[in-house]
């Protein structure tokens, strides 16, 4: 998404108008940063970015008591007039009366929340990079498997959907099938949704298209979740060597960021849903401190130290 409406974001994160004469539906933010402006009320605009959503708080509110009316007159003339998208008041601050009457002659924007200045900060900086952040659409299914997000790729016709399903009926939850968005919210964080046309649904070939939400209940979906891994499945193939220890991770690249990611061979018989769960637990065992090969490595030494010593 290159842009978001003003109105959507007051409506999502709950902020009320204090000037609903103008009109905030047109203004679209492009900028997934916000700003600060305590040196721009000293009077300091080098380097001053206006695309940005302005954040008043406790701090910029004690600086602007100390100030004249003229004075306050003069610093909000010179912030409105480079036509910044919005003034959004935290810890249900609100401005004075000139402030009000400048807001109007500009058409600025005036929104205001009850909620502590940092909160305001890190939700609605959140939910602009979710929104504005670099999208990418991935053919493969999306699984919240015991709170890790698990991405499971392949080939078309590989059995993605049927292990998600079987997931599902472990107790699982789906978050996309067959077109997963990708969003990056940083280095270190990607958030995946489901396209709106397809939520909540899973193509089974040779069945069609079913209602996972409509069979299973509000608690077999989720509208999203970080991906913490990649399973990506292929045919079995006899001649390939494949890593029977986990000494080394593996990594794939999305949107600049790397993700793990383990090649899970498929055959007849074998469970790749239960071998999908076993992932994510171990992913989560080792997020803990705790991994399985360290502790086979440990024991074999001490096993060996055991026969030195006999």
């Known amino acids: ?12 994160l709950n902020f009320r108008s204090l000037n609903p004469d103008v009109d905030i539906e047109s203004v679209m933010i492009s900028h997934p940063d916000i ?10 605009f ?7 959503i302005q ?3 406790n701090v910029e509110m004690a600086y602007l008591r100390t100030l004249t009316r003229e004075q306050k007159i003069t610093v909000f003339t010179e912030l409105f007039s480079r036509e910044i998208p919005c003034l959004l008041y935290c810890r249900d601050h609100l401005p004075g009366e000139e402030v009000r009457v400048l807001a109007d ?11 502590f200045t940092s909160d305001v900060y890190s939700k609605v900086l959140r939910y602009l990079q979710e929104k504005l952040g670099p999208v990418q659409t991935i053919h493969g299914v999306l699984v919240d498997v015991m709170g890790v997000g698990v991405l499971i790729t392949g080939e078309s016709g590989i059995g993605k959907s049927e292990v998600a399903l079987e997931l599902i009926k472990r107790g699982h939850r789906l978050v996309a099938d067959d077109a997963v968005e990708l969003h990056r919210v940083n280095d270190a964080r990607i958030v995946g949704v489901a396209p709106e046309i397809t939520k909540h649904f899973i193509e089974l070939r040779g069945v069609g298209i079913i209602d996972v939400k409509a069979l299973f209940g509000a608690q077999s979906i989720k509208d999203e979740q970080d991906v913490d891994m990649v399973i990506h499945l292929e045919d ?8 029977r220890l986990g000494s080394q991770e593996e990594y794939i690249k999305y949107l600049g960021n790397k993700i793990v990611c383990y090649n ?10 239960i071998i999908v769960e076993a992932a994510a637990i171990n ?14 490595y440990r024991r074999v030494q001490s096993n060996m130290m055991k026969g030195l010593d006999s």
């Not at 998404?1 to 999502?12: E, F, G, P, R, V």
């Not at 700003?35 to 300091?44: H, M, T």
């Not at 899970?264 to 849903?273: L, Y």
């Open 35 to 44: 700003n600060r402006p305590a040196l721009q009320l000293a009077g300091f």
């Open 264 to 273: 899970i061979p498929i055959s007849p018989g074998r469970n790749a849903a």
């Open 46 to 52: 080098e380097h001053f970015d206006n695309n940005r």
């Open 1 to 12: 998404m290159d842009s978001i409406s003003l109105s959507q974001i007051a409506a999502d």
């Open 55 to 57: 954040i008043i708080g």
């Open 283 to 296: 992913f989560r065992q080792k997020k803990m401190g705790y991994d399985a090969v360290e502790e086979l």
């Open 105 to 115: 002659k500009y058409q600025v924007p005036l929104l205001a929340s009850h909620c």
């Open 236 to 243: 079995w193939n006899k001649d390939r060597v494949y890593d």
